[in-house]
């Protein structure tokens, strides 16, 4: 698969962006992380925890997607397509996608349908790894679109 296949797909629809609209998305995903940094210092519940983290991981595929060019077709899964198309920037070999899939339902589950089924070592695992997809996202950025990033 590719940018264009997903694009034939409708999942995907071109769109240009520029660097500060790059720099918005890395920094509401600062903003992020910081929040979710704040709530596991406060120790509020895994639930909200995870959703932060969640939410890092979420933003950093958008930048990635707006940096390349692409965004998510609206009403098409948006938060499962962005996570999915980190295949094409941090995650060629999809090592780490299906763990973000799997903490992507758990969120689901305790934003819309249920609460308290979040555990500690799940928030733990996404803040994890919200801070290194927000790193590696970065860093895939200045390497692939470097006019993107200020």
Not at 15 to 33: C, P, T, V
Not at 61 to 66: E, F, I, N, Y
Not at 72 to 96: M, Q
């Amino acid at each position: 698969m590719s940018f264009e296949n997903w694009v034939k797909n409708s999942w995907l629809e071109r769109l240009q962006s520029d660097a500060s609209e790059i720099a918005r998305l890395l920094a509401l995903a600062d903003g992020r992380l910081a929040d979710y940094e704040k709530a596991a210092t406060a120790k509020l519940s895994p639930d909200v925890q995870l959703g932060l983290a969640y939410d890092v991981i979420r933003v950093c595929g958008t930048a990635a997607l707006r940096a390349a060019g692409y965004r998510v077709v609206r009403g098409n899964n948006e938060h499962y397509r962005t996570i999915d198309a980190l295949e094409f920037s941090i995650d060629p070999k999809r090592k780490i996608i299906p763990m973000l899939d799997k903490l992507r339902k758990k969120r689901n589950v305790g934003a819309y349908d249920d609460y308290g089924l979040v555990a500690q070592n799940e928030a733990d695992a996404c803040g994890k790894m919200a801070v290194r997809v927000r790193k590696d996202i970065e860093d895939w950025i200045r390497k692939n679109y470097p006019d993107k990033l200020g």
